[in-house]
């Protein structure tokens, strides 16, 4: 849990340095008490990469997703990742594009339509790494501030 923690707070500051009006930067997502149900959520894998000595690499964050029964959306079966980290030390190594394949054959293996994620405007860097993974954008989340 300390470095997936020591992730979360990279992450956190990433978002917070580039959208501070929206992310706080004295805190992490998840308190360690939300992130243990988290660890034995079936529903909701975690996929971390570590090296020899077991030192956290990188993880992503995974929810599945459904929409049974609905009006308008077909009935597929996607694999969100909420959160995908590398260390920022270990950036430029391929551990991120090794953690997305594997999610990617794991989505594949579960009988999954799709693999899903949102990225910050604000994180180029993220958007950049995701579109050489072969993603491409869905949907666009806009604003207007007031």
Not at 6 to 19: D, E, F, I, K, P
Not at 109 to 114: A, K, P, S
Not at 123 to 138: D, H, I, M, W
Request: glycine share 8%; net charge negative.
């Amino acid at each position: 849990m300390d470095g997936i923690n020591r992730l979360l707070c990279q992450v956190l500051m990433v978002h917070h340095r580039g959208r501070p009006d929206l992310f706080k930067g004295d805190t992490k997502k998840y308190t360690d008490e939300e992130l243990r149900t988290l660890i034995h959520d079936d529903t909701r894998p975690i996929f971390v990469g570590v090296d020899e000595k077991d030192s956290v690499l990188g993880y992503a964050f995974c929810v599945f997703q459904q929409h049974v029964d609905d009006n308008i959306l077909t009935d597929i079966r996607t694999l969100y990742i909420d959160d995908l980290c590398v260390d920022e030390r270990r950036r430029g190594q391929h551990i991120g594009k090794a953690l997305y394949e594997y999610v990617l054959d794991f989505a594949r293996r579960q009988g999954c339509y799709n693999v899903t994620l949102n990225v910050w405007a604000c994180n180029e860097g993220a958007r950049r790494f995701y579109e050489s993974c072969g993603l491409v954008p869905q949907k666009f989340g806009m604003e207007k501030r007031c």
